[in-house]
């Protein structure tokens, strides 16, 4: 069975600052990785994923995260933050025959 | 506006009753899922549906009943609710396995 941790609860920052949020998985097999993000009294929205292929994954809104295998890591970055971006961030992994597994989430606060 | 469609989007029930939370969606997706939300644990799977007719068990079925009757609807049933159900519940739903999930925007229910 896969697992996911997702390494900060709440990760405060200052606008136009640049934010990594930490995620690592643990898998026996292969896996596909997904980054969410649910802005308040909504649902979770598609960020990225990474499926195959190169392990630099470009989403929406500016953000991107890597895929490395030998650290078991699928790290979101974004260089400069916005208002905006408050939200919380959900990693998630999933392996074929396998359903979405979700981490417990990321706090993202953008503060001015 | 192509989507998932909740309802109701809020409600307080009393322990020991019945209610079921509905879930429609318009994409024609053949898998479905319903989710629940609680603070540091993240979304976990409850019941889920690959096609019409058939339906599985996610990480927390106890207490929960589902049924996928038609392609577009899928009803997740509490048969007599508890205060540990208290929680947001999310519908979701994709194409295919892998498929990006997309999500309703919850149900807030509270169980006293």
């Known amino acids: 069975a896969q697992s996911v941790t997702q390494l900060d609860s709440q990760v405060p920052v200052f606008e136009e600052a640049p934010v990594e949020l930490r995620c690592n998985y643990s898998s026996s097999v292969s896996v596909y990785l997904f980054w969410y993000v649910q802005y308040p009294n909504q649902g979770l929205q598609l960020l990225l994923k990474?499926?195959?292929?190169?392990?630099l994954v470009k989403g929406i809104n500016g953000f991107e995260a890597e895929f490395n295998k030998s650290q078991t890591s699928f790290h979101l970055r974004k260089p400069s933050v916005h208002i905006s971006d408050t939200a919380e961030y959900f990693c998630?992994?999933?392996?074929?025959?396998?359903?979405?597994?979700f981490g417990e989430g990321t706090q993202l606060t953008v503060n001015p | 506006i192509a989507g998932i469609t909740q309802a109701p989007t809020s409600q307080i029930l009393a322990a020991g009753r019945r209610m079921t939370l509905r879930c429609t969606q318009d994409?024609?997706?053949?898998?479905m899922y319903w989710y629940r939300q609680d603070l540091g644990l993240g979304l976990r799977l409850i019941h889920y549906?690959?096609?019409?007719?058939?339906?599985g068990k996610g990480e927390v079925p106890d207490g929960y009943s589902v049924s996928r009757a038609n392609t577009d609807d899928f009803p997740l049933t509490l048969a007599s609710a508890v205060p540990s159900q208290t929680s947001v519940y999310f519908c979701?739903?994709?194409?295919?396995?892998?498929?990006?999930?997309?999500f309703g925007n919850g149900t807030r229910l509270t169980v006293t």
């Open positions: 994409m024609r997706h053949n898998a």
């Open positions: 990474y499926l195959s292929g190169s392990t």
């Open positions: 998630a992994v999933s392996t074929s025959g396998s359903r979405l597994t």
């Open positions: 979701a739903s994709s194409e295919v396995e892998l498929s990006p999930l997309h």
């Open positions: 549906s690959n096609t019409a007719g058939t339906t």
